[in-house]
T-cell receptor, first 113, second 114 residues
């Protein structure tokens, strides 16, 4: 069974803080993704990584950066948190190849005050 | 890039009735269309998918149909049960989307009432 875990289920941060969200998968997946989930907007892709140290911008990368130093770990960084970044953040991973199935983590509910 | 629209945003059905959710996509060359289910407080999980070389796929009470000419695909749930209550997301993979990147719809909240 694929397991994708995220470092926190709930996080409260102050405006201007640097925030790190961690995602770890245990199935040797090459591709990893960070999404933001907001009501009525679905899942919007922030960044994705197709291999270690490789990354590409998604649809809403502004205000975010990512890091992938090891294959199993993909970090999302909010350089200076703002209230409009209050959201649910979901990480996903995928094994490169024929299947496009993405396996999601449980999500991190981030509140920026 | 690919753009996916999903309707309706909410759907209330009586237990035992059928539910249909429809999605339209913009790129006629898109080739993979999955559906994810997210129960309250849980992670999204793939429930069914279809590729562009197939018109319909079934798995017990759920089915997906694809109309490439009209650029839309639909999720059909028959004999709905309370455990079908969830948010359902459609998605599409564009032909140039690298590394399995998916474009998701806005989601449909399905409520099955006993």
């Amino acid at each position: 069974d694929v397991k994708v875990t995220q470092s926190s289920r709930y996080l409260v941060k102050r405006t201007g803080e640097k925030v790190f969200l961690e995602c770890v998968q245990d199935m040797d997946h090459e591709n990893m993704f960070w999404y933001r989930q907001d009501p009525g907007l679905g899942l919007r892709l922030i960044y994705f990584s197709y291999d270690v140290k490789m990354k590409e911008k998604g649809d809403i990368p502004e205000g975010y950066s990512v890091s992938r130093e090891k294959k199993e770990r993909f970090s999302l960084i909010l350089e200076s948190a703002s209230t409009n970044q209050t959201s649910m953040y979901l990480c996903a991973s995928r094994l490169a190849g024929w299947s496009y199935e993405q396996y999601f983590g449980p999500g991190t509910r981030l509140t920026v005050t | 890039g690919e753009n996916v629209e999903q309707h309706p945003s909410t759907l209330s059905v009586q237990e035992g009735d059928s539910a249909v959710i429809k999605c339209t996509y913009s790129d006629s060359a898109s080739n993979y269309f999955p559906w994810y289910k997210q129960e309250l407080g849980k992670r999204p999980q793939l429930i069914i998918d279809i590729r562009s070389n197939v018109g319909e796929k079934k798995d017990q009470r759920i089915a997906v149909t694809l109309n490439k000419t009209a650029k839309h695909f639909s999720l059909h749930i028959t004999e709905t049960q309370p455990e079908d209550s969830a948010v359902y997301f459609c998605a599409a993979r564009g032909p140039t989307d690298s590394w399995g990147k998916l474009q998701f719809g806005a989601g449909t909240q399905v409520v099955v009432t006993p």
